[in-house]
T-cell receptor
Framework: AQSVSQHNHHVILSEAASLELGCNYS??????LFWYVQYPGQHLQLLLK??????LVKGIKGFEAEFIKSKFSFNLRKPSVQWSDTAEYFC???????????FGTGTRLQVFP | DVKVTQSSRYLVKRTGEKVFLECVQD?????MFWYRQDPGLGLRLIYF???????EKGDIPEGYSVSREKKERFSLILESASTNQTSMYLC?????????????FGQGTRLTVV
């Protein structure tokens, strides 16, 4: 069965620390890949996406992610987090032949000043 | 600037009631989804639809059904609500195809079944 794994369930960082959130998926075919973010009390919004081309993609608010096809991974990174990055982050692959968006269990990030 | 609208932000229903959650999108997207979001479990797909009157079961369809009579509207139905269906329900829509696309989400409906 298709699945997506987010290794970190809860991450606690101080401001200015670097962030890397892991995401691995099990689907072997071609996929679009997304990271969504949910700030407290708000709806899900797109952070960044990959569908083809350069495997290093940049998103909003200084986030970036790298697609490594051989590792079935799409890890999210930010060099220096801010308190306002406190949120829940979801990785979501979408296999091309299903158009079905599958979500990981999410990673809760807390950033302390 | 509203793109995906869910009819209710909060609902409280009694066990055994039939519950309708409505979702409307204004982007002419083919694909629409219903998820439920629970702490520690992420978003789990209940049902999705890729065209009018077309539907497919997701990972957790038991106890739910859906209706899509018009392209812009996708309804989730709890035939007989139970307390284990207390959750946050999220609707999403996305343009079909493998190109540059993204899903848009509604604000969510927090359903409490008592």
């Amino acid at each position: 069965a298709q699945s997506v794994s987010q290794h970190n369930h809860h991450v606690i960082l101080s401001e200015a620390a670097s962030l890397e959130l892991g995401c691995n998926y099990s689907y072997g075919g071609t996929v679009n890949l997304f990271w969504y973010v949910q700030y407290p009390g708000q709806h899900l919004q797109l952070l960044l996406k990959y569908f083809s081309g350069d495997p290093l993609v940049k998103g909003i608010k200084g986030f970036e992610a790298e697609f490594i096809k051989s590792k079935f991974s799409f890890n999210l990174r930010k060099p220096s987090v801010q308190w306002s990055d406190t949120a829940e982050y979801f990785c979501a692959p979408m296999p091309h032949n299903t158009d079905k968006l599958i979500f990981g269990t999410g990673t809760r990030l807390q950033v302390f000043p | 600037d509203v793109k995906v609208t869910q009819s209710s932000r909060y609902l409280v229903k009694r066990t055994g009631e039939k519950v309708f959650l409505e979702c409307v999108q204004d982007m002419d997207h083919e694909n629409m989804f219903w998820y439920r979001q629970d702490p520690g479990l992420g978003l789990r797909l209940i049902y999705f639809s890729y065209d009018v009157k077309m539907k497919e079961k997701g990972d957790i369809p038991e106890g739910y059904s859906v209706s899509r009579e018009k392209k812009e509207r996708f309804s989730l139905i709890l035939e007989s609500a139970s307390t284990n269906q207390t959750s946050m329900y999220l609707c999403a829509s996305i343009q079909a195809g493998s190109g540059d696309t993204e899903a848009f989400f509604g604000q969510g409906t927090r359903l409490t079944v008592v």
